[in-house]
């Protein structure tokens, strides 16, 4: 364990404590807030996007943290909801920096601290660092990592650490702000003297990580405002044409100043930085979907899932166009920016595990509804988890790969996967094999698994088997709605029902069957379930297969299963199996959806991570289910 101490130093002169007292100046480190190192002059100050002051103090006093963030984002934030502030997937950018086993990292500007969360699982020690003590006290309870250190601070005149202690820097949505409260020199001096004070602090291989927007972007050219100054147009006029715009408009100077890509190269290499490299994040640095690499190899766009209308075609025809070209390079909308890039960095050692290198990454995918970033090459898909349930699950998936595998029959449809480890965080490898087209014997092979499944079937009360389930995630997402009582009502309306129980692959759709030279492979076996009525796969095979080919929302379906209105449409290659789910009791329904419910949730780091659109979704499924259990 390491003490956090032994690379600080004094922010007002960078000399060294004795005893906690600066031995030039006699600057005091005194820690608050149960452990919190104060170094900032302004000790009121408060910034976090719209959340107000009042409001996340009362969140940090709560004793349940995560409960009082769901609620108070709902009431306060619907637009972003606590996803935003809680979720390590936001974290992803940083698997291009120097991330290991013996890396010291500092997050300047941590904010609610998404990026420091998701390198902790990966480093030797991470220090956050804001100007808001309330982040602060926020990111310390929301995490408990041993290996973090909170700092207080960052308006001193250095950074208080020693010469050459770091190993990476993250500052992302900082660089552009630093001007706008050091009104002391032009912004760009402003800037340059901070990145040569990060310099100092670096290792000499060290890298500093900036996510930041791009001046010339494209949404700026077609009317969006500047996410800073406010003004539109306001990145691509002239710097004394926007600072008198701004002058004029909201009575100060303009001082956040961004740049092309040219501008950031020459300002860290002016600043000390070599190697400096720009890619590029889809959409944004802050909700990153996907990471393109034009300094190492042109990337590929992922397909969109679903039924989009013809705006949004458009928009990702648009998308699937840009980004790989060189255009991204010189005019997307934001970049993340490394130095020092031919240094190792995590993406390129996850990599290094099967001989591989940036040039064969084919997809880099923030993958937030399962807490991972995906990794595609020719060959091999990498899962890279974003915070420790999310690594936890991918052993357990190993775990339920092999354990099936006794069983000599289910060999052949399992997919080949091995788990490695950086500082202890599982990495899931999945060797891709070669992928046919889907015929009539892909879909003869899928029911010879289902026929096979069921053979050692045996009955036993459905609330028994309700009981059996791994229910605990959609249990505590109840209690957050104030409908604990839920499953205990299917489970006391389901004593007297029998029902035939065997494993569950629980998620069995067209998406996770791959047709391969091989035979079938089914992957993502994350939902599994050791006992479960034997329709729960036939469940899930109709009903995705319905929401696939007639574009039928999910709701719906499901409304229609439990009120036994559903009829599968012709073109539904499972409709055969329909007649048996038609056959279970109503119950037997419900506590699929509710097991999906569970296991999906179980995809986050805590039931309160819930992205807006899942929990309206999610809630809808309630609401579904109770209507229904109070009609029978």
């Not at 990145?195 to 930041?212: S, T």
Request: proline share 5%; charged share 25%; aromatic share 12%.
């Amino acid at each position: 364990m390491m003490n956090p101490e032994q690379i600080l130093s004094c922010p007002n002169c960078k000399n060294n404590f004795t005893q906690n007292t600066c031995r030039n100046c006699g600057f005091i480190l005194d820690q608050v807030n149960g452990g919190i190192y104060q170094m900032a002059k302004n000790k009121n100050f408060y910034f976090r996007e719209k959340m107000p002051q009042p409001i996340l103090a009362e969140i940090n006093k709560s004793e349940d943290i995560f409960a009082a963030t769901y609620a108070a984002f709902k009431k306060t934030l619907p637009w972003k909801y606590d996803f935003y502030a809680l979720e390590s997937n936001r974290g992803a950018g940083t698997i291009l920096s120097k991330l290991g086993p013996d890396s010291i990292v500092l997050d300047y500007g941590a904010g609610w601290g998404n990026l420091a969360k998701f390198a902790s699982l990966y480093c030797k020690h991470v220090f956050a660092m804001d100007l808001t003590l309330e982040s602060l006290e926020f990111c310390d309870k929301t995490s408990k990592h041993e290996n973090m250190t909170f700092i207080h601070g960052g308006d001193y005149k250095y950074l208080p650490f020693k010469d050459k202690s770091l190993d990476a820097v993250f500052l992302n949505g900082v660089l552009e702000w630093i001007p706008e409260y050091d009104l002391s020199a032009p912004p760009r001096t402003i800037q340059l003297n901070f990145l040569k004070e990060i310099r100092r602090a670096l290792k000499d291989d060290g890298q500093v990580f900036i996510g930041i927007e791009n001046r010339i972007g494209f949404p700026y050219f077609f009317g969006k405002s500047d996410e800073h100054s406010k003004i539109r147009f306001g990145t691509l006029m002239p710097r004394v044409l926007a600072d008198l715009v701004s002058r004029i408009k909201f009575h100060k100077p303009y001082r956040t100043f961004t740049y092309g890509p040219r501008g950031y190269k020459h300002l860290l290499k002016e600043a000390g930085f070599e190697d400096n490299a720009i890619n590029v994040p889809a959409s944004d640095y802050r909700e990153i979907i996907q990471i393109f690499l034009p300094e190492a190899k042109k990337s590929s766009v992922s397909a969109p899932e679903g039924d989009l209308n013809w705006k949004r075609k458009v928009k990702n025809l648009a998308r699937r166009l840009f980004y790989p070209s060189f255009l991204s390079k010189y005019f997307a909308h934001a970049f993340l920016i490394t130095s020092n890039w031919h240094e190792p960095n995590l993406l390129k050692d996850v990599l290094l595990m099967k001989g591989e290198h940036l040039k064969d990454a084919k997809k880099v995918v923030n993958n937030n509804l399962k807490g991972t970033i995906l990794v595609e090459t020719e060959n091999y898909i990498y899962k890279i988890p974003a915070h420790s349930k999310a690594s936890a699950n991918l052993k357990t998936e190993i775990n339920t790969i092999e354990e099936l595998a006794k069983s000599g029959w289910i060999s052949p449809y399992l997919p080949k996967i091995e788990l490695a480890s950086i500082n202890s965080t599982n990495i899931q490898i999945i060797t891709k094999e070669k992928q046919v087209k889907k015929d009539k014997g892909y879909f003869v092979e899928i029911k010879k698994f289902l026929d096979l499944k069921n053979r050692d079937a045996q009955y036993k009360s459905l609330s028994d088997a309700i009981q059996d389930l791994d229910l605990q995630n959609v249990r505590g997402y109840l209690r957050l709605n104030e409908k604990s009582d839920l499953i205990d009502r299917l489970i006391a309306k389901s004593t007297e029902i029998k029902t035939p129980v065997a494993f569950a692959h629980g998620d069995l759709h067209t998406n996770n069957i791959l047709a391969t030279a091989g035979g079938i492979k089914i992957i993502d076996w994350e939902f599994y379930a050791k006992k479960a009525p034997t329709e729960f796969d036939l469940i899930s095979l109709v009903l995705y297969e319905e929401t696939f080919v007639k574009k039928t929302p999910y709701h719906d379906l499901m409304e229609r299963f439990l009120n036994q209105t559903f009829v599968p449409s012709p073109e539904n290659n499972f409709s055969e199996l329909f007649p048996i789910i038609k056959a279970a009791h109503p119950l037997v329904l419900v506590g699929h959806f509710l097991y999906q419910l569970s296991q999906a949730l179980g995809r986050y780091e805590n039931v309160a991570f819930v992205p807006y659109q899942k929990d309206q979704k999610y809630k809808k499924t309630l609401e579904i289910i109770e209507k229904y259990m109070e009609s029978i």
